[in-house]
C-alpha cells in the first residue's frame, strides 16, 4: 500500500518570500508522486509531477519539488510567492502509474501582503 | 477544448433516496476516475474505468454505490438508499490513458448533500 503525509496543514509567507510545502511518502515500489493544487470552487490541477526520470521536477507557476528516495520525501518549494499561489494543496501517490492517485490530506497555503 | 464537466454542481437529497451524479470526460480520454472528497480532507479513490469496464472499484465504500460507462465515454455514479455521511463533492477525472506519463484533469465536483 501506498501513502503520504503532509506534514503541516497550514502554512502562511509574506508575499516575495520563499515557500516550502513538505510532503513524506510510503510506498512499496518505485512510486510516482504529484502535487495538486486547488483554487477556492476551482477544480484540481496538476503543478509537477516525477516519475522516476529527473529527481528535481519543474512544474508551472514557478513551482519546483525534489524528489529524495533517502529521505522518502516529495517536497514542493517556490522561491518567491505571489498572492495567486494562495490555495489547497495536495501531495499525491501513485503505486502504478497513472491508476488510482492516493492523496494526501492538504495543505493550506495562505499569502500575507 | 472543453475540460471534465460533471453535472448537476449542487444536489440536496433527503436521507434514504438515489441519486446519479454524472460525468462526462474530456473527448477522446479512455480512462475515467471517480473520488470524493470529505470536508477538510484529500480526494479519496472509488472507482476507474479503462474503456467501458471498471478496471479497479476497491474504493467503493459499499454496494450502495454503483458506476457505470456503457460506451466509454459518460458515466454515471449511482448512489441507493444515501445516507448523512455520503454527503461530501464527488469528483470525476479523465486521461487520454493509463501511461505514467499522462495527466489525470479533474471536473469541478458534484457537490452532494444529504439532509
Known amino acids: 500500500a501506498q501513502s503520504v503525509t503532509q506534514l503541516d496543514s497550514h502554512v502562511s509567507v509574506s508575499e516575495g518570500t520563499p515557500v516550502l510545502l513538505r510532503c513524506n511518502y510510503s510506498?512499496?515500489?518505485?512510486?510516482?508522486l504529484f502535487w495538486y493544487v486547488q483554487h477556492p470552487n476551482k477544480g484540481l490541477q496538476l503543478l509537477l509531477k516525477y516519475t522516476s526520470a529527473a529527481t528535481l521536477v519543474k512544474g508551472i507557476n514557478g513551482f519546483e519539488a525534489e524528489f529524495k528516495k533517502s529521505e522518502t520525501s516529495f517536497h514542493l518549494t517556490k522561491p518567491s510567492a505571489h498572492m495567486s499561489d494562495a490555495a489547497e494543496y495536495f501531495c499525491?501517490?501513485?503505486?502504478?502509474?497513472?491508476?488510482?492517485?492516493?492523496f494526501g490530506t492538504g495543505t493550506r497555503l495562505t499569502i500575507i501582503p | 477544448g472543453a475540460g471534465v464537466s460533471q453535472t448537476p454542481s449542487n444536489k440536496v437529497t433527503e436521507k434514504g433516496k438515489y441519486v446519479e451524479l454524472r460525468c462526462d470526460p474530456i473527448s477522446g480520454h479512455t480512462a475515467l476516475y471517480w473520488y470524493r472528497q470529505s470536508l477538510g480532507q484529500g480526494p479519496e479513490f472509488l472507482i476507474y474505468f479503462q474503456g467501458t469496464g471498471a478496471a479497479d472499484d476497491s474504493g467503493l465504500p459499499n454496494d450502495r454505490f454503483f458506476a457505470v460507462r456503457p460506451e466509454g465515454s459518460v458515466s454515471t455514479l449511482k448512489i441507493q438508499r444515501t445516507e448523512r455521511g455520503d454527503s461530501a463533492v464527488y469528483l470525476c477525472?479523465?486521461?487520454?490513458?493509463?501511461?505514467?506519463?499522462?495527466?489525470?484533469?479533474f471536473g469541478p465536483g458534484t457537490r452532494l448533500l444529504v439532509l
Open positions: 510506498s512499496s515500489y518505485s512510486p510516482s
Open positions: 477525472a479523465s486521461s487520454p490513458g493509463l501511461a505514467v506519463q499522462e495527466t489525470q484533469y
Open positions: 499525491v501517490v501513485s503505486l502504478f502509474g497513472n491508476e488510482k492517485l492516493t
